[in-house]
């Protein structure tokens, strides 16, 4: 008997205590809630610092290829995959980023974004 109310008393304290869930890793392929929430749906931000700071700006969602001011933090809620440039004019180093995706802190400063289509 003595063992029973132990055991009972040992699953009560167990069901007591909160249950706390391992997060899962953050990635780059998924944006967080702030990234989220600085680009609007249908917009790409950009912004001149790496990690969403610094000026932002924005960047036309209809295909084409677009300059603007360096950026180092780009969100893409376009709709569209686009694809970030090292040079003007679409041209030297580039990375592509899909619709729904961000990259916090590119690889160089961001001159130009192509914007595919339709």
């Not at 167990?14 to 749906?41: E, F, M």
């Not at 969403?52 to 360096?70: D, I, M, T």
Request: aromatic share 8%.
């Amino acid at each position: 008997m003595h063992i029973h109310r132990l055991a009972l008393a040992g699953a009560t304290l167990i069901a007591a205590l909160p249950l706390v869930l391992p997060s899962p890793p953050a990635t780059a392929s998924a944006p967080p809630a702030a990234a989220a929430g600085r680009c609007s749906p249908g917009f790409i931000c950009t912004w001149e610092k790496p990690h969403f700071r610094g000026l932002a700006n924005s960047v036309p969602s209809r295909p084409g290829c677009y300059e603007g001011h360096a950026a180092r933090s780009v969100s893409n809620q376009s709709g569209h995959r686009i694809t970030l440039y090292s040079d003007t004019g679409c041209y030297g180093s580039k990375t592509d980023l899909k619709t729904g995706h961000y990259s916090d802190n590119t690889p160089w400063k961001v001159w130009s974004v192509a914007v595919w289509g339709p």
